[in-house]
Nanobody
Framework: QVQLVESGGGLVQPGGSLRLSCAASGTIFSINVMGWFRQAPGKQRDLVAAITSGGSTMYADSVKGRFTVSRDNAKNTVYLQMNSLNPEDTAVYYC???????????????WGQGTQVTVSS
């Protein structure tokens, strides 16, 4: 069994910052890509940022220069530092990770439970 547990969401004023964390636990052999998605009310879930086990990153155009994704491989944890937040960033943020539970098993995509981020004055 694998679990992804997120933390760090909340209410912040426009221009403010938040840091999200997501820790993977359970039967884990290796983790390839880890990332963050977000879903605003009435909209689809979109990729925000992702990072490979080697540290390569990618970002949605809407967050480039404001958000930074990082990970601690020893702790099986991925982070999302969000700066210069604006109301359009309001959404539920979901952690995602591609995890091999054993050397012989394929990777599976796991999701966290989601954490609410609200940007409002």
């Amino acid at each position: 069994q694998v679990q992804l547990v997120e933390s760090g969401g909340g209410l912040v004023q426009p221009g403010g910052s938040l840091r999200l964390s997501c820790a993977a636990s359970g039967t884990i052999f290796s983790i390839n890509v880890m990332g963050w998605f977000r879903q605003a009310p009435g909209k689809q879930r979109d990729l925000v940022a992702a990072i490979t086990s080697g540290g390569s990153t990618m970002y949605a155009d809407s967050v480039k220069g404001r958000f930074t994704v990082s990970r601690d491989n020893a702790k099986n944890t991925v982070y999302l530092q969000m700066n210069s937040l604006n109301p359009e960033d309001t959404a539920v943020y979901y952690c995602n990770a591609h995890i091999k539970p054993s050397n012989s098993a394929p990777s599976y995509a796991y999701w966290g439970q989601g954490t609410q981020v609200t940007v409002s004055s």
